[in-house]
């Protein structure tokens, strides 16, 4: 059954704008229409303002909204089944309980909604091709589904196509995605725990700092992801495909005071430093640590003595390394692009295949400028060192010693 005006609640009439007035008339045609009543007709609108909306069970069946805004809307239980929803903003939408079954949501912004107990089984989450109007000018961009910092605890995803599209510090405890496709799909940060991806196609797929404690990762398919500062050994990940993909190499434990700072460091990462806290690990006795796969990014290890240790695939994109003792390390695979190396020790170290190369800098609006950010590896002694396949680019070298190491197809 259609909502009507009445069941928007007391303080409703005074916030109706004409968009609601006409949409809430064209949505009681359409659930006569969805109904096979005389009469109806159904709902077909594009790139209509109805933010604020409010109403249960709305039926929107069918319904073709390209476009429209919904922002702020309370749909607890809409029925949107095969609804062609194409870059619609749901932005900060208390969408629990709906339904969104074969419904196409290509190009959504869902970024802060509530999904709890939705339904989205077999519905396409794709990108989106937006087409805009700006200065008299079509334009047309090319927009990822927006589900970061989402509730979607419970939520049915199983069969959804969800590739390409951003979860990043969603909560999706308990959600299915049984065989969903998950291509490429950023998870990062993310609550994991007790969500089910059995089958699910995640190759490629972003799970930076996500937790996974109970969650079923049985024969996924995780070719290639990144699983940086990820727990493995708290989900099920019997018969899953992890080939390619960046992971601890083995199943030592790090230390239990260290666990939880690099969670606050993955977390500080994510919200673009709005959360968490930085790791500084500055002059540390880390030696021996297995940090293989992990996510360093911009961390503070000034002085820090990691001799022995293993950073293989390690990213330590900017972080500051300067004066620590990397004697023997493990760096085969890792990135240091920007990093501040000045005055290390890597002496007798492994860093097969590392990147030491430049970092693109960015404006506050996160636009790039064009200049780039050095490796610095001023003074750092690398003899005898492996350095076969390493790139430096135009790392700054002044002072670099490399005296017996294996440079073979390096451009250093």
């Not at 419970?154 to 599209?165: E, K, P, Q, Y």
């Not at 972003?206 to 727990?231: C, E, S, Y």
């Not at 050095?374 to 070298?397: I, K, T, W, Y």
């Amino acid at each position: 059954m259609a909502i009507g005006q009445e069941s928007l609640g007391d303080a409703a009439p005074q916030s109706l704008n004409p968009n609601l007035r006409v949409f809430l008339k064209a949505a009681a045609l359409h659930a006569r229409f969805t109904s096979n009543l005389p009469n109806g007709q159904r709902l077909i609108m594009r790139t209509l303002d109805i933010s604020g909306l409010g109403g249960l069970n709305l039926d929107l069946r069918g319904a073709v909204l390209t476009g429209c805004t919904i922002t702020d809307a309370m749909l607890r239980g809409a029925r949107c089944d095969a609804a062609d929803l194409f870059g619609v903003d749901f932005s900060n939408a208390d969408l629990c309980g709906a339904s969104f079954m074969r419904a196409d949501l290509r190009g959504a912004n869902l970024a802060h909604a509530k999904l709890n107990d939705a339904v989205l089984r077999d519905a396409d989450l794709r990108p989106g091709q937006v087409v805009k109007w700006s200065n008299g000018r079509e334009e047309k961009e090319e927009r990822a589904t927006d589900l970061s910092n989402v509730s979607i605890d419970r939520a049915d995803f199983s069969g959804a196509d969800l590739s390409n599209s951003t979860l990043k510090l969603s909560s999706a405890k308990g959600a299915n995605f049984a065989r969903a496709n998950m291509f490429a799909v950023n998870l990062a940060g993310a609550d994991l725990s007790g969500a089910d991806f059995s089958g699910a196609r995640l190759r490629e797929a972003t799970l930076i700092g996500a937790q996974i404690a109970g969650a079923k990762f049985v024969g996924a398919d995780l070719t290639g992801a990144n699983l940086r500062n990820v727990d493995l050994g708290r989900a099920d990940f019997a018969g899953a495909d992890l080939s390619g993909a960046i992971r601890r190499r083995n199943t030592a434990d790090l230390p239990d005071w260290l666990i939880p700072l690099i969670d606050e460091h993955s977390l500080w990462i994510n919200t673009n430093g709005s959360g968490g806290t930085r790791l500084d690990l500055g002059g540390r006795s880390l030696i021996g640590l297995d940090l293989s796969a992990s996510d360093l990014r911009a961390a503070m290890l000034r002085g820090a003595d990691l001799r022995n240790a293993v950073l293989s695939e390690a990213d330590l994109t900017l972080a500051d390394l300067s004066d620590a003792d990397l004697t023997g390390a493990y760096l085969d695979g890792s990135v240091l692009d920007g990093a501040n190396l000045a005055g290390a020790v890597l002496l007798r170290c492994k860093a097969r295949g590392a990147r030491f190369l430049s970092v693109p800098l960015r404006d506050p609006a996160g636009k790039y400028t064009g200049r780039t950010w050095p490796a610095n590896l001023s003074r750092v002694n690398l003899n005898e060192s492996d350095l076969r396949g390493s790139r430096f680019g135009d790392a700054r070298r002044d002072g670099l010693q490399a005296i017996g190491a294996n440079t073979a197809g390096c451009d250093i």
